[in-house]
C-alpha cells in the first residue's frame, strides 16, 4: 500500500468514527534475523559507521544517532550499498525536518513562529495530519499540542519535577486542536499552541525510510529507530523475523519474554514504555508519557503497550495513546479501529508486578 493511500484510508476511517474516544520509549530485542547479521545501535553524536558481511556483501549496516535516539538500518538482500545510501539520506532529510530542538527544523519553526501562518514541508503536512486525526480519534489521548507540558520535563540532564503552578500554566497551553495544516501551511491564530510529534514521528519516518529502501530494490532489511522495528519483507530464507519484548524488570539486559516472541515479516512493532526516559523523585518514578489532563506521567498498572501492523506511523500512535487509555479502553478502541479498516493491528499489554 502506497503512502498517499495510507494517509488516505486513517483519514477516512477517522472521518467514519468521531464519536470514538515517544517517542514512545522502546525497548524491542531482535532475534535470530541471520547468523552475525542484527547489529546493535552504538556510539553517540550524529556520525554514522557502516559495516558489510558476508561474501555477497550482506548485511549492510549503518548506525548513527538521529531523531534523538539511536538507529541501525539493516539490509540484508537487494539494492546494495546504493539503497543504503538512499535510505540514510532519506533519515537524515525527515531527521532536519522534524527535530524541534533544531533551529531551521519545520517544527522548530512552527513553536517559534511568531505570525499565524509557517509555510512547512509535504512531509511535515502529512505527519502533522496524522497526528491530528489521532488527537481526534482518541479524544486526546494521543495530544500533539502538549509541547508546551513537555517542555517543562527534562529526562536526561535535570531530571526533576517541574512546579506545579508552572505545569498548570503550561495545561492551559494546551489547546487540542486549536491550528490546522492546509496545503502547505501550518495555521493557528493562537500563539501559545506549539506541537510535540516526538510520540508518533518515528513510526513515521520508519515508514519513509522503508519507502525508500523499497524503491531502491532492497527486499529484505530492518528499520530499528530507537526501538521502533519496522521489518521490510522476510529474511532471505524466507522466514519471518523474530522479534522479543525485553522484560525491564529483569536483571539481565537481554532478558525477554518467552512468552510474547513476535514472528513478523513486512511488519512494524512499537512500544511505548515507562522504563528507559525516567528518573525516580521521592520514591516516585516519573517517566515521559504524559497524560495530557494532568501534564504529569500516566500513572497505570502499564510498564509498556506494544502495537504490531502495517503502518509504523500508525503502530506508533496507537501504542501511545492506548496506553494513555489504560488496558481496558484501549483494548475496546483498538477493536473499534481496526473494524472499518479490516486492518489487524494488535495490542501487547505489559503489566506492572503486583
Not at 165 to 189: D, I, M, P, R
Not at 300 to 318: E, F
Request: charged share 25%; proline share 3%.
Amino acid at each position: 500500500m502506497g503512502k498517499e493511500q495510507k494517509n488516505s484510508d486513517i483519514i477516512n476511517a477517522g472521518r467514519g468514527r468521531r464519536l470514538i474516544r515517544s517517542a514512545a520509549c522502546l525497548f524491542l530485542l531482535i532475534l535470530a534475523c541471520m547468523a552475525g547479521g542484527c547489529t546493535a545501535a552504538g556510539g553517540s553524536g550524529t556520525g554514522t559507521n557502516t559495516k558489510t558481511g558476508g561474501k555477497d556483501g550482506y548485511p549492510i549496516t549503518r548506525d548513527s544517532y538521529l531523531l534523538d535516539t539511536f538507529c541501525t538500518l539493516t539490509i540484508y538482500e537487494g539494492g546494495g550499498e546504493a539503497a543504503m545510501e538512499a535510505a540514510y539520506a532519506r533519515l537524515q532529510e525527515l531527521d532536519a525536518l522534524l527535530d524541534y530542538n533544531k533551529e531551521g527544523s519545520d517544527l522548530y519553526r512552527i513553536n517559534h513562529r511568531e505570525g499565524e501562518r509557517v509555510e512547512i514541508n509535504p512531509d511535515t503536512v502529512r505527519l502533522l495530519e496524522l497526528g491530528r486525526e489521532f488527537c481526534d480519534l482518541t479524544g486526546g489521548a494521543l495530544e500533539p499540542a502538549i509541547r508546551p507540558v513537555t517542555s517543562l520535563w527534562d529526562f536526561k540532564e535535570v531530571k526533576k519535577v517541574p512546579e506545579r503552578e508552572k505545569l498548570e500554566e503550561a495545561l492551559e497551553q494546551v489547546h487540542s486542536q486549536a491550528w490546522e495544516v492546509t496545503g502547505t501551511e501550518f495555521y493557528s491564530e493562537d500563539p501559545a499552541v506549539r506541537i510535540d510529534a516526538g510520540a508518533f514521528a518515528k513510526g513515521f519516518v520508519a515508514d519513509e525510510v522503508k519507502q525508500a529502501m523499497m524503491d531502491a530494490g532492497v527486499t529484505s532489511g530492518l528499520i530499528n529507530l530507537g526501538g521502533n522495528v519496522l521489518c521490510l519483507g522476510a529474511k532471505p530464507d524466507g522466514s519471518p523475523f523474530v522479534i522479543a519484548m525485553k522484560d525491564p524488570s529483569a536483571d539481565n539486559a537481554m532478558h525477554y519474554r518467552e512468552d510474547e516472541l513476535l514472528e513478523l515479516e513486512d511488519i512494524s512493532a512499537v512500544t511505548a514504555g515507562i522504563y528507559e526516559r525516567c528518573f525516580e523523585e521521592n520514591g516516585v518514578l516519573y517517566h515521559h508519557i504524559m497524560d495530557p489532563q494532568t501534564g504529569y506521567p500516566v500513572q497505570n498498572n502499564l510498564v509498556s503497550v506494544t502495537v504490531t501492523g502495517r503502518s509504523s506511523a500508525i503502530c506508533d500512535a496507537l501504542c501511545t495513546a492506548i496506553f494513555v487509555m489504560g488496558e481496558e479502553k484501549g483494548t475496546a478502541f483498538l477493536k473499534e479501529f481496526n473494524e472499518p479498516l479490516e486492518s489487524e493491528y494488535k495490542a501487547y499489554f505489559l503489566r506492572k508486578q503486583e
